[in-house]
Nanobody, 122 residues
Framework: QVQVVESGGGLVQPGGSLRLSCAAS????????MGWYRQAPGKQRELVAR???????NYADSVKGRFTISRDNAKNAVYLQMNSLKPEDTAVYYC????????????????WGQGTQVIVSL
């Protein structure tokens, strides 16, 4: 059993900052890529940023220069520092982890968290 839990969402004014956290726990052998996605009302879920186990990152064009993804492999955790927030960043933010649950099968599973709401508004 694997759990992925996000935290850190909330209400912030335009131009403000928030830091999202996400931790995976349970029967984990190793975690490959971890990522943050978001889904605004009436829109499809979209990639925000992701990071590999070796620290390689990629970002959506809309957040480059404003958001920073990082991870702590010892804690099975990933973070998203969001600066210069805009109203269009309002969405439910989801964390995911691509992980292996055993040492022998080579199978990789994607687990999702429940999401955390971010609202950027005056």
């Amino acid at each position: 059993q694997v759990q992925v839990v996000e935290s850190g969402g909330g209400l912030v004014q335009p131009g403000g900052s928030l830091r999202l956290s996400c931790a995976a726990s349970g029967s984990i052998f190793s975690i490959n890529t971890m990522g943050w996605y978001r889904q605004a009302p009436g829109k499809q879920r979209e990639l925000v940023a992701r990071i590999t186990s070796t620290g390689s990152t990629n970002y959506a064009d809309s957040v480059k220069g404003r958001f920073t993804i990082s991870r702590d492999n010892a804690k099975n955790a990933v973070y998203l520092q969001m600066n210069s927030l805009k109203p269009e960043d309002t969405a439910v933010y989801y964390c995911n982890a691509d992980l292996e649950t055993d040492a022998s099968s080579g199978l990789v599973y994607r687990y999702w968290g429940q999401g955390t709401q971010v609202i950027v508004s005056l």
